[in-house]
T-cell receptor, first 116, second 114 residues
Framework: DSGVTQTPKHLITATGQRVTLRCSPR?????VYWYQQSLDQGLQFLIQ???????AKGNILERFSAQQFPDLHSELNLSSLELGDSALYFC???????????????FGPGTRLLVL | AQSVTQLDSHVSVSEGTPVLLRCNYS??????LFWYVQHPNKGLQLLLK??????LVKGINGFEAEFKKSETSFHLTKPSAHMSDAAEYFC????????????FGKGTKLSVKP
């Protein structure tokens, strides 16, 4: 158990809908990262927050957004969902923001999203 | 720009035989390198991490990896495979600069035959 929790574990929804994925980092970790794992794209970085502020953006679609709250939990909002958004979404956390990606990131169990 | 290439998409070994999962990296400076494992329907677990302290890195469950700068490689090995090692393994490099995110290889699926 990494100490990172994600809810829900599974989510089934329809095209055009909006969903919210939630992540609670390990106790004491200030950075939260979101990743998407799909069969065709593999594991891709979406976005990073550090202590409530956006720190880095990856291949995140404009239909997707995220935020980190004062208690450090984070939410990933996915809107106008398409079939291709079906994937496993991982949250990870780390202590802070060291340069060069040196910090170990601890991953949650993921949320499996299925868009029908 | 940083990148990783996992040279085999699938590796099959017999239980009790050595495991070798190959990874080459590309980085404009001394990289941070990681191996993560993903068991079926599970999250990602860190196996080991290299951050220039030592070229031979020991991880959990008997795995180790050797950083070879001249070959830009970071291969994962284990002397004797166990059935429970069957999983997907990801070689990962830290993005670098001011950003802390990770860049994942495409993964190597390890099968272990009894």
């Amino acid at each position: 158990d990494s100490g990172v929790t994600q809810t829900p574990k599974h989510l089934i929804t329809a095209t055009g809908q909006r969903v919210t994925l939630r992540c609670s980092p390990r106790s004491g970790d200030l950075s939260v990262y979101w990743y998407q794992q799909s069969l065709d794209q593999g594991l891709q970085f979406l976005i990073q927050y550090y202590n409530g502020e956006e720190r880095a953006k990856g291949n995140i679609l404009e239909r997707f957004s995220a935020q980190q709250f004062p208690d450090l939990h984070s939410e990933l909002n996915l809107s106008s969902l398409e079939l291709g958004d079906s994937a496993l979404y991982f949250c990870a956390s780390s202590v802070g923001v060291a340069s060069g990606g040196q910090e170990t990131q601890y991953f949650g169990p993921g949320t499996r999203l299925l868009v029908l | 720009a940083q990148s990783v290439t996992q040279l085999d998409s699938h590796v099959s070994v017999s239980e009790g035989t050595p495991v070798l999962l190959r990874c080459n990296y590309s980085s404009s400076y001394s990289p941070s390198l990681f191996w993560y494992v993903q068991h079926p329907n599970k999250g990602l677990q860190l196996l080991l991490k290299y951050t220039s302290a030592a070229t031979l890195v020991k991880g959990i469950n008997g795995f180790e990896a050797e950083f070879k700068k001249s070959e830009t490689s970071f291969h994962l090995t284990k002397p004797s495979a166990h059935m429970s090692d069957a999983a997907e393994y990801f070689c990962v490099v830290g993005k670098g600069g001011s950003q802390g995110n990770l860049i994942f290889g495409k993964g190597t699926k390890l099968s272990v035959k009894p």
